[in-house]
């Protein structure tokens, strides 16, 4: 799996335009991972950060929901990814949570999503 950056001089993780090199910005997209796991942890949510493809995997290891940063409306954008289902084409496997910076909206929608499959399984 891969993960959607935007290109160069996007809006993205960065604070101020043009002050955020390669190096700085897989290192904050390694803090927006960990600060997403540690606020799903928080809410009591098993959570594994995989910074190699910019993923956080909620929910237990045996059916794990995957929330990812992808750009979305010109910035980066939490997006949550479901299991694929029988007859559900790809693209419709995932949808945008919230702007990457709104940590707690993209944990709270994650705990709806997860309480709403328990019953599925």
Known sequence: MTVETPPTGSPSLRCDPGTAGPVDRVELTNLALRGLAAELR?????????????????????????????????DLWWWMR????????????GVPLSPVAHTSAAARRIVVALSLSVGEG
């Open 42 to 74: 928080s809410r009591g949510v098993e959570a594994r950060e995989d910074g190699l493809c910019g993923a956080v995997d909620a929910g237990p290891s045996a059916r794990p929901h995957r929330a990812l940063l992808r750009p979305h409306r010109g």
């Open 82 to 93: 479901w299991p694929l289902q029988d007859g559900l084409p790809t693209a419709l496997a």
